[in-house]
Each structure stands twice: as C-alpha cells, then as structure tokens.
C-alpha cells in the first residue's frame, strides 16, 4: 500500500497550521512536523494554539487524515515540503537563520527524487540559493531536475477576518521555470490566486518590500504624531480628512510602536543584507526603525506629563495598561510595544499593572507583571489608564468615563476632558 501523502509542513505555527488546514480542506493528505512535543500532542488530541484557528477546525482536520508528528523521517513519504519555521533575529540585530537551517537539514536527510521543497519562512533574497540549495544537493541531488526547489512567502495576518490562506495570492519563485511549474500547481489545489515571480530571490525580496512599505509609512505617521502634538494639531482630524482623498493616498496610523512577527523584524533582514553585501545603510529602513522604536519611550513621557497635570510624579503613580498584545483581537504578544513601555515606566518608579482579555501572563525583566481580572474597579482606582491596543471585547468610551485620566493611543475614544490622545 502506497504510504506517500501530498505534503508535510514543518513548523505548526501561524503560518504552517492555517497552511495545513487549507490543503487538508481541499482533499490533500498532510501531515505536519515541529519540533515542540507539546504542540505535536495537542494538535493530535484536537487542540489549537493559534488565534485563527479553533479546536472544532483542527478536529476537522483530524477527520480528514491529518497528523502531526516529531519524527522528520516522516518527511521521506511526502511529495511536498514546506518549510514554516521562525525566522527571529539575533541578539546583535543579524538573521538568525538556526530554525531555518535546522529544517533543510533534516529535509535534505530524506530527500527523494522528484520531491517539491517549498520555503516560506521570510529572509533575505538569496537564502534559497545560497543557504538552502547547497545543503539539499550535498546528497548529489540536483534542484530543478531531480528534485523542485522553490520559495513562497507566507503572508498569514493573523485575526485577519476578511483574508486567509486560501484567498490571499500566493506568490511563488521557483530555482528554475520546472520548480515553478510544480510549485504553482501544488498551491492551486487549495490557493484560488498564484502569482508567479521571475525567481525566488524576486519572491523573497517581494515580501520584504510589502513589510518595508509598512514599517516606513507607520513610522512616518508616528513621526507626524508627536510634532502635532506640539503644534496642537489633531492628527486623527488630519488622517480622517486625507483619507477622503480616492486617490494617491493611504492611511497609516500611529501608535505606541510596532510589534509582531513581521514589521519589526523582515525590514531589518533587508537592510542587514544591504550592508553585509553591498556596504551601505539602507537608511529607510534604519530611520523606521529608529523613529518606531522610540515610541514606548515617547509614551511613557507623555504618560508622565498626564500626570504632571494632577501634580503627580511617575514614581509611585498607578499605571494600568490596557491591550498588551501587538494587534487586536489576537492572544500574540510578540515583539509587542507594551513590553518596552512596561519596562520604561516601572524603571521610573511606576506602579504598573495590565489588562487584557487574551493574555494571562505578560513577563518583564524575568517577572510577571501584574495583571488586573476585574478591569472596572481597576480603572477607577489607576492614576492613569492607558489604551494600547483596541480589543473587540473593550468598549472604549465606557472605560474612559470611570478613568481619573485615559491616555489613547489609538485615537479611538470619545474626546472627553480626562481623554488625552496619542
């Protein structure tokens, strides 16, 4: 009996297990591999660690014949392999490519001929060729005619209602026009749009300049948000009367810094790669970066102004923050603004504290910060609350009514004289 299946998928993350669910919808046998036991026995027991997906769909899936697995010699019975593993950076800012060259080496440990190799982890243009190849042909295989290579990179926003997996377009780079053919028609069976790239150093660049433009643009309106501060100008006003515009124009938002598994991080993968092969700054980038990551600082100042105005010091003030993760709706609270900020203020002296209705625990310097079940008598009792995130579950105007002071930092709250907006 043949025991082959369509596709294994390493890396039962954000992006591998939404992946996983739309193959296996659309008739494809998968399995999927990780490296964490713990998501391996939970995933197999019908349990879902991801927002976009409940326990009902990985039952679903369950009944459809998938499986997850720690065992990469499960690899050798698939014809599709798609790499999903993390792609974080290192603590001196550089590529940390370890998950990534982890995965290649056990796939190029059972590599069969003919065999589909798919990497969508995000990276910088030339992994594929430079890191990924070489390692899957040391075996005397080679890509493009024994076996298909090529890149896809995921663009999973997670909570995301509207767009999924299946109807976001999938671009798709192949090491040669061969690679592409196969990898376009393994995508086709469960993606509605391929969009194909000449190859996959223009499929990597590709997703790194969508995340540029977004680190760039959200920059630029948090630069212009603390100068019409200064000038008392109401940029919410600004934003709301230029986006009336039909053309030429789309509105970012400011905020208190960018967090998450792709802003932060893909635009810096970019300009580490400018300067280590080319020499220079990709000053854009760095600038963004800069302007994006001083904002935890910047609203911890104006946090401490709101209080000066009560003749309060920060030291000692309670501080009760609200929306932890780094986007609404959402339990991920990775690379989120909140943590920097939670840091600053209690280097100060503040008593900080935390609410959010999808996160339990939120660590800073080693320790759990404080956080806060019953949200109505804690905002009464805060010398100030600050809204970082805009959770479906929080009726802003509400809350603002019983804070002492309400700082909103999404421009979301009805503008009331203990409201002060970011």
Partial sequence: MDSSVDGAIIGMGYVGLPLAREASAAGLSVIGLDVNPEVVEGLNQGRSHVDDLADADVAEMLG??????????????????????????????????????????SVAAHLRAGTL??????????????????????????????????????????????????????????????????????????????????GTREAEMAKLLENTYRHINI????????????????????????????????????????????????????????????????????????????????????????????????????????????????ADTRESPAIPLAKALVQQGAVVRFHDPLVKQLAIFNQDLPRVDDVDQSLAAADICVLLQNHRDYDVDAMSAVSRRFFDTRGVARPAHNVQLL
């Fill in 64 to 105: 459809r014949g998938f499986w997850a697995t720690t065992d990469a010699s499960q690899l050798g019975r698939a014809h599709t392999i798609v790499i999903c593993v993390p792609t974080p950076l290192s603590s001196d800012g550089a590529p940390d490519l370890g998950p990534l060259h982890s995965a290649v080496g």
């Fill in 219 to 330: 920059a630029l309106v948090n630069e212009v948000a603390r100068f019409c501060h200064d000038l008392k100008i109401d940029l919410w006003d600004v934003i709301a009367a230029a986006s009336t515009k039909p053309f030429g124009f789309q509105a970012f938002r400011p905020g208190p810094g960018v967090g998450g598994h792709c802003i932060p991080i893909d635009p810096n993968y970019l300009s580490h790669r400018v300067r280590a092969r080319l020499g220079y700054p990709f000053r854009f980038v760095e600038l963004a970066q800069e302007i994006n990551g001083a904002m935890p600082g910047y609203i911890a100042r104006r946090i401490q102004d709101q209080l000066n105005l009560d003749a309060k010091p920060l030291r000692g003030s309670a501080v009760l923050l609200l929306g932890v993760t780094y986007k609404p709706d959402i």
């Fill in 117 to 198: 190799v798919i990497a969508e982890s995000t990276t910088y243009p030339g992994t594929t060729d430079e890191e990924i190849r070489p390692v899957l042909e040391a075996g005397g295989m080679t890509a493009g005619s024994d076996f298909f290579l090529a890149f896809s990179p995921e663009r999973i926003d997670p909570g995301n209602r509207s767009f999924g997996p299946k109807n976001t377009p999938k671009v798709v780079g192949g090491h040669t026009s061969a690679c592409a053919d196969a990898a376009e028609a393994f995508y086709s069976r469960f993606i509605d749009t391929v969009v194909r790239t000449k």
